[in-house]
């Protein structure tokens, strides 16, 4: 179901009630975020939520340790992985970013990235978006 063909609430169950997370409240805070990122993309958290709460609620559910792109976005994958599966042309844009920690503290999992001198740590962001 794409945004367009769906209210942003719609699209934002559709792809994200199926997150692997424990409690209940927590899915049903990916789904009003998602929810408020579709309604206006590009936007920045405190420019989303017009009430107080809801920003301090987006930033819990940031820091909840559950909160991990895979427990996340398992729901979501799987639906883009469906939507592939059907026939038509599909252009797969990817893109590679080094991602550079500030600081001088060791992360444990990093190591140093590209070619600076400085040895900086961070890790490689491999994204793609695939377009019907």
């Keep these: 179901m794409a945004p367009e063909a769906a209210t942003a609430r719609e699209w934002a169950e559709a792809q994200f009630e199926e997150a692997e997370l424990s409690e209940v409240r927590w899915v049903a805070r990916a789904i009003t975020l998602a929810e408020a990122v579709v309604a206006r993309p590009g936007t920045s958290l405190p420019q989303l939520f017009a009430r107080p709460y809801d920003l301090k609620a987006a930033y819990r559910f940031f820091r909840h340790p559950e909160v991990q792109p895979d427990t ?3 729901g979501h994958r799987e639906q883009v992985a469906l939507e592939l599966e059907k026939p ?3 252009l797969l844009l990817e893109d590679t970013t080094e991602i550079l920690c500030a600081g001088d503290e060791e992360i444990a999992g990093l190591r140093p990235v590209g070619g600076s001198k400085a040895r900086r740590i961070g890790f490689h962001l ?3 978006l695939a377009v019907r």
Excluded: C, L
């Design 88 to 90: 038509g042309r599909y």
């Design 72 to 74: 996340v976005q398992a």
């Design 126 to 128: 491999h994204s793609v």
